[in-house]
């Protein structure tokens, strides 16, 4: 990640390296829990996401700011067969 | 494989831990809210304890600031909340202090926390890049619309800093109580937020209270969203953001990924066909002939190399080439003159 392309290399130490070590052990474990939380999030946000159809369908979808249209019931998507509901993804797209 | 993604995350729910790592004073505790697994760059919850002292001196990274509360001496100066920082790697930054302690958001761009003593800067610190304002009190929030399609009126921004090449962004948003918008959006980047004040809902997500954070890879879906009562925030993109608006929760992100390259076709068609049927789609991407063309500069022997990312590359950011004999000074205080 480099937000400026600014980074000046320099060796690292036993003891920087080692603090990296901890600190990635314990994100794994950090990530594993909230993907687990949002696992049992699913039923809760199927929930929502038949709101959000409802909403999109009557008051309308944000196009564009607060230009609005209403999205016809014929157009709202179908999940397709077998997919589980993920809304965590690791690696983004290098996640599938 | 750079950062995970990491949302929602409440760093309220975590204990503070001490950073000892060497350079750094007692007194500094932290709380990792997500790290890069190969450059060590990272984002931190930060609280200096009352009476905490640090020397003059600068990171080997990129680093980034905002005072979340309390009062941090810097130099001269007293920051308070909303205070903002852009330290360019190798920029010695003066004496920080805290004398009732203070809470600060730290974000290492582009390497591992660290702090060398000096109250020199490093010579490859690109020392104008510099800049620092109390966000609070010092800028006007402006409409969210940076970029079309827009976000709903309501979330407004205050510009903190702009890379005008990634077109990268760090800025401050807030929501306006009563905020909706209802669509589901992703984007061609990295997002990053952490949550000042303030809860928002996202319907992948939920809740994301005050201390709520999050680093979200490019294409991954979020939103609607919503806040009742508002919310301010510190916002961040590693490159240009595009709001790709749709309304199916099912989408993956490669899905998305290919819905973006798709948009790509159908408004740079000749842009699409050049970069992706002509064998061009090289790992390193096409070639930008500016990063690579032989420049005058090499000619007269003057060192044009800036190591800043590792790589060799030119004068993008531009300074002034001077005739030879005639002296003049570097941004690190030497001055001599080219024969």
Redesign the interface.
Known sequence: ??????????D??P??RA??DK??A??EE??AK?EKT?ED?AP??EQ??QE??D??TT????????D?MK?SPAD??V??AG?V???????????? | MARPHIEPFCDRDEGFKSLQLPGFASGMRYKMLSLDVDSGACSMTVQLDAGYQRSPGFAWSELEMIVIEGELQVGERTCRKGHYFFVPAGYALPAMSSAQGCLVLMMYNTGEPSHVESTQHHPQAQVDLYHSVDSYMDLPWAMGNVTKPSVAAGCLIKLLNYNPISHAMTFLYCMTPGYYQDNISYHDCAEESYHLWGTSWMMQFGEVPTGGYFWRPAYINHGSFASEYGCIALGRTDSKLFNHFHYNPWSTPVENADRSAARLYKRDPLLYKWAFSKDHNHPHGPEDFEDTMLRRGEESGHDNEHKSDGRRHDHWHGHLHHEPGSPHTHADGTTHSHD
């Open positions: 990640m480099s937000f400026k392309n600014l980074f000046i290399k320099h690292l130490s003891e920087v603090w990296l600190e990635i314990e994100q950090r990530f909230l949002m999030l809760t946000r929502w996401y959000f159809f909403r999109i008051i309308g979808f944000n196009v564009d700011g607060d609005k999205i709202l998507p999940k397709p997919r509901d993920r809304v965590v993804w690791k690696h983004g797209v290098d996640s599938e």
